[in-house]
């Protein structure tokens, strides 16, 4: 889906990028506060929505190539956090739905997760 | 391409705002000269993984790449505390972070072991009290 339909799924709002959130395509998501996990498991090309507002997501989002994230449970980010998305072109969304919520939508209209299912 | 090229960085203790510009700035001079997206991708994580290392258990360090025709260097030297126990430290999911790590979303314990997965070849040596030095290699596939 576009991230401006994924956008109007999650009643959400762009903070830092003036760009067409129409022109970017994702079908990828990964839901996670844990950015040791993200750099371990996210896959290229994913949407990362998370609950932490640092500035070391988006650097995380730089290192995997991750083309939006999501802040869910009504976060705010830092300003040092939007500035350093904006400088490298990277949207952000803020939701107020919950993680669980936000990936419950997502999940229902058709977006995959970004790893394939572990062996237990 | 001709020399290679060398980059190296100061990486300061504790400082989390900084903290993976460096290792952005290693992926873009990849991205500049060509390497492919995939290659970028792994080293960034490695120089990424290296650079929060640094900054949550040794108070510091450098931070080098050098570039090659066919292959990427890259070191990461701290004078820190030293590793312990190294075998420990390559389990996933042991982690020895302070909670200003935790609550930046790192120290899970996966940080070596993700190095480790993503380069070609991997080696580290700790001395207590002296500090560690993490070397791997990246190549880069000819096509």
């Given amino acids: 889906m576009t991230l401006q339909e994924l956008a109007s799924l999650l009643d959400a709002k762009n903070i830092s990028t003036e760009d067409d959130l129409n022109s970017i395509v994702i079908n990828n998501a990964y839901a996670c506060d844990l950015m040791s996990d993200v750099l371990a498991f996210c896959t290229p090309g994913s949407l990362l929505l998370t609950g932490l507002t640092n500035v070391q997501i988006v650097r995380t989002a730089q290192m995997l190539d991750i083309p939006a994230i999501v802040f869910v449970r009504g976060k705010v980010p830092l300003d040092e956090t939007v500035q350093l998305a904006?400088?490298?072109?990277?949207?952000?969304?803020?939701?107020?739905?919950?993680?669980f919520e936000s990936c419950g939508i997502l999940f229902a209209k058709g977006m995959k997760p970004s790893i394939q299912m572990q062996e237990i | 391409m001709g020399a290679p090229v060398c980059l190296e960085y100061r990486i300061e203790g504790n400082d989390f705002m900084v903290a993976g510009a460096a290792s952005n700035n290693i992926k873009n001079t990849l991205k500049m000269l060509g390497i492919a997206s995939d290659i970028c991708r792994r080293v960034a994580i490695i120089t990424y993984e290296s650079e929060i290392n640094l900054v949550i258990h040794a108070g510091g360090g450098i931070l080098q790449?050098?570039?090659s025709e066919d292959h990427v260097d890259l070191v990461a030297k701290d004078e820190g505390p030293g590793i312990p126990d190294i075998s420990k430290a390559m389990i996933e999911g042991y982690s020895t972070a302070t909670e200003e790590a935790r609550e930046m979303g790192f120290g899970a314990g996966m940080g070596l072991p993700n190095i480790k997965r993503n380069c070609d070849e991997f080696d580290i040596e700790s001395t207590i009290g002296k500090g560690t030095t993490l070397k791997c290699v990246v190549y880069f596939p000819q096509n």
């Fill in chain 2, 65 to 67: 790449a050098i570039i």
């Fill in chain 1, 86 to 99: 904006r400088e490298n072109g990277i949207p952000i969304l803020l939701t107020r739905y919950s993680m």
